[in-house]
């Protein structure tokens, strides 16, 4: 199953970097053509998202009326729904066909010898053998490999004909390397970079959809706790990898912002009252 999202995407990984000719560049040139092939998805999800903000004093009058009597709130709260057109679960499916996509794209800068240029495991294992590379991580093992080629590439060349010479080196940085936390160096700008993104993100989602992080202790919690997990896989998994959460967090907060620009969520005051009645779209 991994496969039929990953290859293609290997595929298309190699025809960029054929094209553009630097791997770290290619990188962010893939995040950024995956972010416009989900933009359908993004926009599905955050539309469902706005169409909940929108009912949400409703479904809370509803509450306050119904809260005792689980069953007819339920039952209210489908009669809501239906007569506004909006599912609860409208964000649901797009974010289950984004998961798959998003974890082909994992595995392609990871495991750049099957999927990037299509080695075998035969031929990786005889690579391995002959770079002296021995992990039990797949996916370290394989980066780490495709690091050592472009130095030894006239010792490995006759290994396949799909092999390639490519030049992890990206502004100082060998994206094929893993920062080390006892060793402080440039390397480290990935993983800081990443959490610093990361946490940007976050904000931007929360400012966008109004969220209230006093009112939301595990909004609030989330807020930090991604951020510091994006630095602790920044200084445990290979560079490249860095690069990529980088380059699509910065592209999340720039669909983010422009998303909630042209997506403003309407304004529903005037067919809600105060009394707790509720009136539809239809209703005069």
């Known amino acids: ?49 706005l169409d909940m903000q929108r009912i949400q004093p409703k479904l809370n009058e509803l509450q306050r009326k119904y809260g005792k009597d689980q069953q007819k709130l339920s039952m209210e709260m489908q009669k809501l729904y239906q007569e506004e057109g909006v ?25 750049p010898l099957t999927y990037f240029m299509g080695l075998s495991a035969a031929e990786i294992t005889t690579l391995g053998e002959i770079l002296g590379v021995v992990s039990e991580n797949a996916y370290t093992m394989e980066i780490q490999i495709a690091g050592l ?26 994206l094929a390397t893993t920062p080390s936390f006892k060793q402080f160096g440039l390397m480290w700008l990935i993983p800081i970079l990443s959490g610093v993104t990361a946490y940007l993100l976050s ?3 929360m400012k966008m959809q109004g969220t209230d992080m006093a009112q939301n202790s595990s909004t609030s919690t989330m807020k930090y706790m991604m951020p510091l997990m994006s630095v ?4 445990i998994l290979p560079a490249g990898l860095g690069v990529y959460w980088i380059a699509n967090n910065v592209f999340s907060a720039l669909q983010e912002v422009l998303l909630g620009i042209f997506m403003k969520p309407k304004q529903i005051m005037g067919d809600f009252t105060i009394k707790g009645e509720y009136t539809t779209k239809g209703d005069k």
Request: net charge positive; charged share 10%; glycine share 6%.
């Open 232 to 235: 602790y896989f920044g200084f």
């Open 149 to 174: 080629i472009s130095q030894n590439f006239d010792a490995v060349a006759h290994v396949s004909e799909k092999l390639m010479n490519v030049d992890f080196n990206f502004f100082g940085l060998n």
């Open 87 to 111: 599912s609860p679960f409208g964000s649901c499916l797009p974010t289950l066909i984004t998961f798959p996509i998003m974890i082909g794209l994992y595995y392609v800068i990871s495991k």
């Open 1 to 49: 199953m991994l496969d039929i999202i990953a290859v293609p995407f290997g595929y298309i990984m190699r025809l960029i970097y054929e094209i553009i000719g630097n791997y770290g560049l290619s990188i962010i040139a893939f995040s950024l053509l995956a972010k416009l092939v989900m933009l359908p998805f993004s926009i599905k999800t955050k539309k469902s998202m």
């Open 203 to 205: 904000n931007i989602t």
